[in-house]
């Protein structure tokens, strides 16, 4: 026995060495540095900051480039070190209504206080393989992305002051605010929790469901209220100090869902929201997740709850990408002994099969 498992070390080594021969990959062609990842795989960058819970541009493309590009395995990377760093204290709200703009739409509105602003975006690209990017090709004169001397109010508090929308919850500073990290995950969720869950799961589970909504499974008619995307201030409240103190800016993509609308008999008829946060350019994420987040109210706004991107334990507990990945490739570890139980059973069910038909058969012949 301990012969076969210092067999089964060494093929682990060599595993582990092919691995290290195959990330590089061709010797004569230059490898990729972290900036080089961080500048130019941007979009995966910021994928694997959110989905691993943790702002750090060089982390997040050292994880990119260890895991061979797959995100999964980057998101897996960053987790793990994330849950290494000591915590020393929570930061005050982020306040996106102060944001330097890069990027800002609204599809609800044309005309918008602060204007529309495309930004950096596929939005308007033909979708044809451009060969001129295989060339080294680039603007002579990039755009700036300066952001906009203008205040940009979001479009739901324009909707909110003439009450066409449900308010924003009033946010309380004493209250207790859950951490997915540190606590296992329960039910029923409340909204700030579930909100957490959703920053943190895979993108294309999000998206599924976010698309099975719009199509008829679970109540939700929705306009996308506002994207935008850009810089944002982190303020910390140190103890010694007694006031908040700017750590610096991060970049942030927000999402402001507008619903189908809501009434009874006390209350008139209002929009519902639906809202979505991510690190970095994340448009695609922040929509798949305000979409679910609206879908997941179905309780609090007394609707049925008939789809799968109503329920929320259903939702929750399998929007991980991280542990939905282990869950799957365990299947790839030697499940010897179980099988060979599960093998020997069969064959005993069989073989009672057959000696059942059997019986009748002799008896038939014999008459």
């Known amino acids: 026995m301990y012969v076969a498992v210092k067999g089964g070390e060494r093929a682990i080594e060599?595993?582990?060495?092919?691995?290290?021969?195959?990330?590089?990959?061709d010797r004569d062609v230059p490898e990729l540095s972290l900036a080089q990842i961080a500048e130019q795989l941007s979009l995966g960058v910021d994928r694997v900051m959110t989905e691993g819970s943790l702002f750090d541009r060089e982390l997040a493309a050292l994880a990119i480039k260890q895991a061979r590009g797959d995100l999964i395995e980057a998101i897996f990377l960053v987790r793990a070190f994330r849950a290494t760093l000591p915590r020393f204290g929570a930061t005050e709200p982020v306040d996106t209504g102060t944001m330097q703009v890069r990027r800002r739409i609204s599809s609800t509105f044309k005309d918008i206080p602060g204007g529309?602003?495309?930004?950096?975006?596929?939005d308007y690209t033909h979708r044809l393989l451009d060969p001129q990017l295989a060339d080294g090709f680039s603007p002579d004169e990039p755009a700036t992305g300066e952001a906009p001397a203008m205040a940009t109010p979001r479009v739901t508090d324009i909707l909110g002051r003439d009450g066409l929308i449900e308010p924003s919850p009033a946010a309380d500073a004493d209250a207790p605010v859950a951490d997915l990290t540190r606590e296992p995950l329960n039910f029923p969720a409340d909204r700030d929790l579930r909100l957490q869950n959703l920053a943190r799961a895979d993108e294309g589970f999000l998206l599924a469901l976010g698309y099975s909504s719009q199509r008829g499974y679970g109540r939700n008619h929705p306009f996308a209220g506002e994207i935008r995307f850009g810089e944002v201030e982190v303020e910390f409240i140190a103890e010694d100090a007694g006031f908040a103190i700017p750590l610096g800016s991060i970049a942030l993509t927000e999402c402001q869902m507008v619903n189908q609308f809501k009434g009874s008999a006390t209350e008139a008829p209002c929009f519902t929201r639906g809202y979505g946060l991510a690190f970095g350019q994340s448009e695609r994420k922040t929509m798949s997740m305000a979409l679910v987040d609206r879908s997941l109210r179905a309780r609090e706004l007394g609707e049925e709850v008939v789809a799968p991107g109503q329920d929320e334990e259903f939702v929750m507990s399998h929007s991980d990408n991280v542990q939905a990945t282990g869950f799957v490739e365990h299947l790839k570890l030697p499940h010897y002994v179980d099988f060979q139980s599960e093998l020997g059973l069969l064959r005993k069910l069989r073989q009672e099969f057959a000696d059942a038909n059997e019986a009748p058969q002799m008896q038939e012949a014999a008459e």
């Open 116 to 122: 529309q602003i495309l930004g950096p975006t596929f």
């Open 14 to 25: 060599n595993a582990h060495r092919l691995l290290a021969h195959e990330r590089r990959g």
